[in-house]
């Protein structure tokens, strides 16, 4: 990168010239972390021993790739980044020279649990490791100021349960909003309930009747059996979700979306511990970690041309917004119980 315009002394002369070796630029990140998203190890131990800052944080900024409004995710140094492209020489220079284990990204991540959550996956290199994290603040006071439906949702059960709170337009938008990571192409990771809004659906849910959810899970939750959940949740889609996704997606603005199936899936020790590769019969597939507590059971996705194999480890309170077609399947249940809530969404014709 900056190698092929300057040798290294020009380089250094030209930063110290501009007092730029520890400022943010306009994408939110400083040369240290742009040194290392293109793992460029020569570059790093130069700025480092010039006297860039190795603690140096990135700064929420939004950016465009092919056409997606995305943005740098904020709060990461650059250990997070040569953990996440998979750098073993930079992460390892980045730690012998000091660098700090322990930060939290704005996703509430340290580094070391962005190697854990990729463990399992050598194949996934540094093509697809920009996490990013969009911020649509002027969509979202549109959808406040549009947030007349509420009320539809509110039914004494779901008041009491504390459901009409996690489901209400406010709340979401806040929440997806405000927080979207590209985890590979067509595949997103967003932010939807907290963790109390979870534990208030499970209690809510855990007392309906089970029954296979749709061919390939046995244990679950149809929606259609429960007219409440099911109008809440198409109040979710109308009213954030599907204005989330035309922006994200760059649809044309007059798309509605419709829920072709809505369940809730649930694993288990001795019921169902792993999902096959498949393709959903959804344009969009929102898959949203309810709980509980669980190890194993991560998602994995194929991304489209590479096929490389990319492995997620749900959030509670965390959604995976995938396009139909990405190839994906779950690892098996180690244990633990997982519920997680999947909405298949299409276009209205
Ligand atoms: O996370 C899961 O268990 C279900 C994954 C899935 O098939 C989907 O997101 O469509
Ligand atoms: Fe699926």
């Known amino acids: 990168m900056?190698?092929?315009?300057?040798?290294?002394?020009?380089?250094?002369?030209?930063i110290k010239e501009r007092e730029i070796i520890n400022s943010n630029g306009s994408d939110g990140c400083c040369l240290l972390h742009h040194a290392v998203i293109n793992d460029d190890l020569n570059i790093v131990k130069l700025l480092i021993s010039n006297g860039a800052n190795i603690e140096c944080l990135t700064m929420d900024k939004i950016y465009y790739?092919?056409?997606?409004?995305?943005?740098?995710?904020?709060?990461?140094?650059?250990?997070?980044?040569?953990?996440f492209n998979r750098n073993v020489e930079i992460t390892e220079y980045l730690i012998k020279n000091g660098a700090n284990q322990n930060v939290k990204d704005n996703n509430n991540n340290t580094?070391?649990?962005?190697?854990?959550?990729?463990?399992?996956?050598?194949a996934y290199n540094a093509a697809i490791t920009k996490v990013v994290t969009r911020n649509i603040t002027t969509a979202q006071q549109t959808h406040d100021k549009n947030d007349k439906s509420n009320n539809q949702i509110i039914s004494c059960n779901m008041l009491e349960s504390g459901l009409s709170n996690a489901?209400?337009?406010?709340?979401?938008?806040?929440?997806?909003?405000?927080?979207?990571?590209?985890l590979i192409k067509g595949v997103y990771s967003i932010k939807c309930f907290s963790t109390e809004d979870c534990n208030n659906i499970i209690n809510y849910v855990q007392i309906l009747n089970c029954s296979a959810p749709n061919t390939m899970n046995n244990y679950g939750i149809r929606l259609s059996d429960n007219p409440e959940l099911k109008l809440a949740v198409t109040h979710m889609i109308d009213n954030v979700i599907n204005k989330f996704c035309i922006d994200l997606f760059q649809l044309a603005n007059d798309t509605?979306?419709?829920?072709?199936?809505?369940?809730?899936?649930?694993?288990?020790l001795g019921e169902d511990i792993e999902l096959k590769e498949h393709q959903d019969d959804s344009f969009i597939t929102l898959n949203i970690c309810l709980?509980?507590?669980?190890?194993?059971?991560?998602?994995y996705f194929y991304e489209e041309n590479t096929m490389r194999k990319y492995t997620h480890m749900h959030n509670v309170g965390y959604g995976i917004l995938h396009f139909g077609n990405v190839i994906h399947g779950v690892e098996p249940l180690t244990d633990g119980e997982r519920w997680n809530l999947v909405l298949w969404l299409k276009c209205k014709a």
Request: aromatic fraction near 12%.
């Open 291 to 299: 709980g509980k507590q669980f190890t194993g059971s991560q998602l």
């Open 167 to 182: 489901f209400s337009t406010k709340n979401l938008s806040e929440n997806i909003f405000n927080s979207c990571s590209l």
């Open 65 to 83: 790739v092919a056409n997606i409004k995305l943005c740098i995710l904020g709060n990461q140094t650059p250990l997070h980044l040569a953990i």
């Open 256 to 268: 509605k979306f419709e829920i072709s199936h809505s369940f809730i899936i649930k694993y288990k």
């Open 111 to 122: 580094p070391d649990e962005l190697s854990s959550i990729k463990k399992n996956d050598q």
């Open 2 to 14: 900056y190698s092929d315009d300057f040798n290294d002394a020009e380089f250094i002369k030209f």
